[in-house]
């Protein structure tokens, strides 16, 4: 059995170093050693990031968790693609992809083929006018994504738990807002 809270303190991690992942990602969007379609799927968990409807409503106390969820299987998507990376940018395609089996195991094969099938399709959306194939193809649509990356990763907010019991109920309510969003 898992110790109490124990996936709480990842997200506190993976929340904390959010604007360093939104950072690496969007280098590794833009590097051809990663096929389009992987790149597709950066450029869309990178957009995601900055939706207003997503998954986990922003003010809540895990707001920034499900954007670190979405990039991670973003990653799982692209690494499919990414046969000719570097050294360098296969070691952050396996951290991520080694945290997206963190994120199965937190919320079960089947909640996790749901989140998976919502990121698919992701990068068929169009988020603040860009959809992923114009951020791949434009350069102004690419700088614009950055600055308002950089923005948005300024507010980002750990869900800090200061005690067992609040870390529990961080994933409570991560779970229980996966599973009304995605129909879990």
């Given amino acids: 059995m898992d110790k109490a809270g124990r996936h709480a303190r990842r997200f506190q991690e993976w929340t904390s170093e959010l604007p360093n992942d939104v950072q690496a990602t969007f280098d590794l969007m833009t590097n051809e050693a990663v096929a389009s379609t992987g790149r597709r799927f950066l450029a869309a968990g990178l957009s995601y990031c900055l939706t207003q409807l997503d998954l986990i ?3 809540e106390k895990a707001g920034a968790v499900d954007d670190a ?9 692209a ?8 050294t360098r940018e296969s070691s952050l395609i396996a951290r ?6 963190e994120i199965r195991q937190f919320i079960g094969d089947a909640l996790f083929a749901k989140l998976r099938r919502y990121v698919v399709e992701l990068a068929d959306k169009e988020v603040r006018g860009r959809t992923t194939d114009h951020i791949l193809s434009d350069a102004k649509a ?12 300024k507010k980002v907010r750990p869900p800090i738990a200061t005690s067992d019991e609040e870390a529990e109920q961080i994933e409570v309510a991560v779970k229980s807002y996966l599973k009304m969003k995605l129909g879990g």
């Fill in 57 to 59: 409503p922003d003010h």
């Fill in 142 to 153: 690419r700088a614009d994504l950055k600055r308002e990356l950089e923005q948005s990763m």
């Fill in 79 to 86: 690494a499919e693609h990414a046969a000719k990376a570097g």
């Fill in 69 to 77: 969820f979405v990039l991670r299987v973003a990653y799982g998507l």
């Fill in 96 to 101: 991520m992809t080694n945290e997206e089996d």
